[in-house]
């Protein structure tokens, strides 16, 4: 199994551009999560999953949208990079393992918006 | 409004000194507490699951404790590679969203 796995690693925007964040995972879990990371303010919510179809909000949906089209897949775009979402984006997904429950992260994509 | 507060923010400890780091949450109907290693420049990494006030989980060098209204993730005869951010995390009351802490950043000196 890869995991959670993400597209791109790195990326550098231009104020106003648009860009689309891939996360894939291979181990069939209904949920999934995009957060964001930044220096003294932890990890923060901006959207989640419940299942393929399937969007919710979570605390900092602004400026993001999201869309579950395959289980597997759960994307983030950033419709009009503003430099406060300059920031290290993490995807996750939760599922069971030995009757407890497991959230595993990707690797993280670091953005950068000028 | 459901909160999680991890103390200290930062920790350095010498190779070989036990300490223990918290984390204390105000969330109604806990389901769960999480705790995570993160290295720097990498995805959080998952280390326990603690479900009710007792429990205690163990891995290697590291314990995790609950009680009603914080955890302690104790480290015993820490070396340099436990060094690491460490967060815990509870689910948000009703629903499958995490509320993560902001971590307690830990160095081990050799």
């Known amino acids: 199994n890869a995991g959670v796995t993400q597209t791109p690693k790195f990326r550098v925007l231009k104020t106003g551009q648009s860009m689309t964040l891939l996360c894939a995972q291979d181990m069939n879990h209904e949920y999934m999560y995009w957060y964001r990371q930044d220096p003294g303010m932890g990890l923060r919510l901006i959207h989640y999953?419940?299942?393929?179809?399937?969007?919710a909000k979570g605390e900092v949906p602004d400026g993001y949208n999201v869309s579950r089209l395959k289980k597997q897949n759960f994307l983030l775009g950033l419709e009009s990079a503003a430099p406060s979402q300059t920031s290290v984006y993490f995807c996750?997904?939760?599922?069971?393992?030995?009757?407890?429950?497991?959230?595993?992260f990707g690797p993280g994509t670091r953005l950068l918006v000028l | 409004e459901d909160q999680v507060t991890q103390s200290p923010e930062a920790l350095r400890l010498q190779e070989g000194e036990s300490s223990s780091l918290n984390c204390s949450y105000t969330v109604s109907g806990l389901r769960g507490l999480f705790w995570y290693r993160q290295d720097p420049g990498k995805g959080p990494e998952f280390l326990f699951t603690l479900y009710s006030a007792g429990e205690e989980k163990e891995k290697e060098r590291l314990k995790a404790t609950l009680t009603k209204k914080e955890s302690f993730l104790h480290i015993t005869a820490p070396k340099p590679e436990d060094s690491a951010t460490y967060l815990c995390?509870?689910?948000?009351?009703?629903?499958?969203?995490?509320?993560f802490g902001k971590g307690t950043k830990l160095t081990v000196n050799p």
């Open positions: 995390a509870v689910p948000q009351g009703g629903s499958e969203k995490l509320v």
């Open positions: 999953s419940v299942g393929e179809g399937t969007t």
């Open positions: 996750a997904s939760t599922g069971q393992v030995g009757g407890q429950e497991t959230q595993y």
